[in-house]
């Protein structure tokens, strides 16, 4: 072999190994060490994200010094009740943010008179006064002193999901994002795009929420098209020129970093596949990671694991069947069988396709044509690739594909229809291929859910599998029927939309709070699965219901 070629190979290798060793963020206390290794395994807090999201009572350096002497004085064998001491000496729970209402909140926005159905109103009317009690901004005291925090600061007030999750997150932004506009706050919504923008000047991307321990992964890039409501809402010209190059940069992150080569057929596509590189336990979920990966055999086994497991946290998939692969290329198993990064995703490279071909427009519109070609070329490339690699003729379906099998992943996810909502194919075929979809669906049996479209119908005990039905899926599904041509598809879009609305409302009803996730198989039921208790708020699921009550009850 030739040398330099081997040189080069041999400095991917390494590189690749020394990646995977990185911790997920620079911290000490919040990311990486025997401190976070020690209480995490303490178990002392029934949630591990309770310990990361606490702040310091004393500087970094002194924390660890004060550490490293109990670790002296007990042979480094602490009991649980010194760890807990310790913790509670030099931690405190967090009081990060304030309760913030926005100048532009209406208890009363004008879409609420539209809504004819009179249940569905008042529905309407108490999500929308929800948003004040999940509206946020950060304290002066963290940005003052942002080293003794895990939360990243930004300027600008945001909606967090609820429960325990007390930071703003990527992906979910999309849909409170929507719910918002239709409430008229537009100023809300600006400020919290240009918190995004701020965390791609500081860090070239989005990270899954904002943590530091959340700097090794970023989330579904929904970002542009967030972006294009907001322009849509308010014509806000001056404010897209002003930030396109930001936004740009977000792109080229995911077009450079999580981007492979894709043989197929004898050609070779360029597509995406969810990528953290980071081979240590989350910080948020450290114990579970851990004793996930103890049946491993080697250290290098165990890196790779954290490796994928981050990545479907990238995926905003924790977890589920779809990233868990056996010798025959089954989705059957648990967590030790994910393989997320061998993994390409519908979703994923719909999502791109979409971005790019709305950012070709944005070019368009402030008149650099150059700009506009450059991405309208990207957006048609994955367009060719999703359609040659992940498209499966037998079945009328875009289907995952794994690079180590060279297969499709012939299992049913909601994700599966993604294309259709991105608009992520030539659009002469759109007819063809909506029909071809519904066909799909129905052979499936997973329009029959009275409780919503399920995420799959594997029952791993995840989250993201049966029963759960979740907000973001049931969204991609029914838009991407509803906006075709096609009257028997517009018809079962309709029909999903009030169903997953009624569930819902049952819901509301009995408890009062909106859900994260709710069961499929019950309807009115939040859902169960995954590594916490499901969680109240909440975000998404009151923007998406607003967004459905929206379009088909007014």
């Not at 450290?286 to 080697?298: G, P």
Request: charged share 25%; aromatic share 14%; proline share 4%.
């Amino acid at each position: 072999m030739n040398f330099l070629l081997f040189a080069i190979i041999f400095g991917c290798f390494l590189t690749k190994v020394l990646l995977q060793s990185e911790p997920s963020c620079d911290s000490k206390i919040y990311c990486q060490g025997k401190l976070l290794d020690y209480v995490q395994m303490s178990q002392i807090f029934e949630d591990s994200k309770t310990f990361v999201d606490m702040s310091m009572k004393k500087s970094e350096e002194e924390i660890l010094q004060d550490f490293d002497q109990l670790l002296q004085e007990s042979d480094e064998n602490p009991s649980e009740d010194q760890i807990r001491q310790f913790v509670d000496e030099h931690f405190e729970k967090s009081h990060e943010l304030q309760d913030w209402t926005p100048p532009d909140y209406k208890d009363n926005p004008k879409f609420l008179s539209e809504i004819q159905d009179e249940e569905m109103r008042d529905y309407a009317q108490n999500l929308v006064k929800i948003w004040p009690t999940l509206t946020r901004k950060v304290k002066d005291e963290v940005k003052n002193s942002p080293e003794t925090f895990s939360l990243i600061p930004v300027e600008n007030g945001f909606v967090v999901p609820g429960g325990r999750f007390e930071e703003f997150y990527y992906w979910d932004t999309y849909w409170i994002i929507r719910g918002l506009l239709l409430g008229e706050m537009y100023d809300t919504v600006r400020g919290m795009l240009e918190n995004f923008l701020s965390m791609v000047k500081r860090y070239g991307f989005i990270p899954n929420g904002s943590r530091v321990y959340y700097l090794n992964r970023s989330q579904p890039p929904l970002l542009t098209l967030m972006v294009l409501h907001y322009f849509e809402a308010t014509k806000d010209i001056e404010w897209l020129g002003k930030n396109l190059k930001t936004i740009n940069q977000e792109m080229r992150f995911w077009l450079e970093n999580r981007t492979v080569s894709v043989e197929r057929n004898g050609k070779t596509y360029r597509l995406a596949h969810y990528a953290s590189e980071s081979g240590t336990p989350r910080p948020e979920s450290y114990y579970e990671d851990v004793h996930t990966a103890s049946t491993l055999d080697s250290e290098d086994q165990q890196k790779q694991l954290y490796a994928d497991l981050k990545s479907a946290a990238e995926s905003g998939w924790d977890f589920s069947s779809r990233w868990m692969t056996d010798e025959n290329g089954g989705n059957t198993g648990n967590l030790t069988n994910a393989n997320t990064r061998r993994i390409i995703p519908v979703d994923l490279n719909a999502f791109l396709c979409q971005a790019c071909r709305i950012l070709s427009g944005f070019h368009d519109s402030i008149l650099d044509l150059s700009g506009a070609k450059y991405y309208l070329n990207i957006s048609k490339a994955f367009e060719k690739g999703i359609q040659e690699v992940l498209y499966n003729e037998d079945d009328g379906i875009w289907y995952d594909f794994d690079t180590e099998l060279s297969q499709h992943r012939r299992f049913f996810y909601p994700s599966n229809v993604a294309p259709l909502w991105s608009r992520a194919f030539d659009q002469s075929q759109r007819d063809e291929l909506t029909k071809r979809a519904v066909q799909y669906l129905e052979d499936q049996g997973v329009l029959d859910f009275e409780g919503g479209i399920p995420t799959s119908l594997e029952r791993s005990g995840q989250q993201w599998d049966l029963p759960g039905a979740w907000a973001p899926l049931q969204h991609m599904v029914i838009y991407g029927l509803y906006e075709s041509d096609d009257s028997h598809a517009n018809e079962i879009a309709e029909k999903l939309a009030k169903k997953w609305l009624q569930s819902n409302l049952k819901s509301y009803q009995k408890d009062g709070v909106m859900y994260e996730k709710y069961d499929a198989e019950k309807p009115g039921q939040p859902a169960g699965g995954g590594e916490y208790e499901v969680q109240t708020g909440f975000g998404w699921s009151n923007g998406e219901n607003l967004v459905l009550i929206d379009t088909f009850y007014t």
